[in-house]
């Protein structure tokens, strides 16, 4: 099936529908009370979706379909793509550098600064040009590097961008990943650990992009660690624990209470889903992805 063939057959099986008739298939308490009620949605929490997670889509056939579910916002493109993203009309809730992206040679190895320092003087003004905010950071892995060393090496390369980040509005976040299941010995694994890098760096342009599934799988008490550290969280990611999958009923974290946690906490950026949906089907993915909106609409 060529591409707009695939495209057009997903959309038309969408046809009109909202969150409110896909979450009608979810038993979670809260959702058949907001149906029964026939309440709108509400919105409260910006919602987008990380690309790499619909891969089997090509980039367009998946703003297409965030588009037709209400979606403003695709996560983690990189610059080639974002003229792409504002023809149809959608913000880039995080991006890349246009630079090789790697998880393990990151900012906690001066030997990665050069290179670092040099994509990211170049992605930094793209990503203000083209009206987005968010560039996203990896620490690296720790090989051996205890926590004092990896703070003072981040903290010498990254101060290298901050004032440019901070001339052009740009908001650089380090992604918190678990050490345990997905991303051995990767460094940044604890908030505590990234809190204390915010601090050293002082800058009101660097944050903490907060994935509650690796969290979870590392440390867990995410209410809590939400609540008391949301001065230092500029983004977050969503995903079923254990597994990586749906946050349906299916897994242990109850997004909803989540959710309503970030929105007390005053948050008004985005929520990027980036579980890996299990269905077969390209539509059955479609459908696990209406669900998680509708699921975290609170």
Known sequence: MSHNTQRRKILKQLGAATLTTAAAA???PVLQAQIATGLPIKGNIKQSVCAWTYGFLTLEELCDVALELGLGAIDLVAPKDFGLLK???L???MCYTAGKTSLTDGWNDPANHAQLIADFTEAIPMVAEAGFTNL???SGNRRGMDDETGWKNCVQGLKQIMPLAEKHGVIIQMELFNSRVDHKDYMADRTQWGVELCKRLESPNFKLLYDIYH???NEGDI?????DNHSWIGHYHTAGVPGRHEIDDTQELYYPAIMKAILETGYKGYVAQEFIP???SPEGKIQALKQALAICDI
Request: glycine share 4%; with cysteine.
């Open 87 to 89: 023809t149809k009309g």
């Open 136 to 138: 996203i950071c990896f």
């Open 26 to 28: 979810l038993s979670a």
């Open 223 to 227: 209410i809590r660690t939400i609540r």
């Open 91 to 93: 913000h880039c809730s």
């Open 278 to 280: 299990s269905a077969e």
């Open 215 to 217: 969290m979870q799988i």
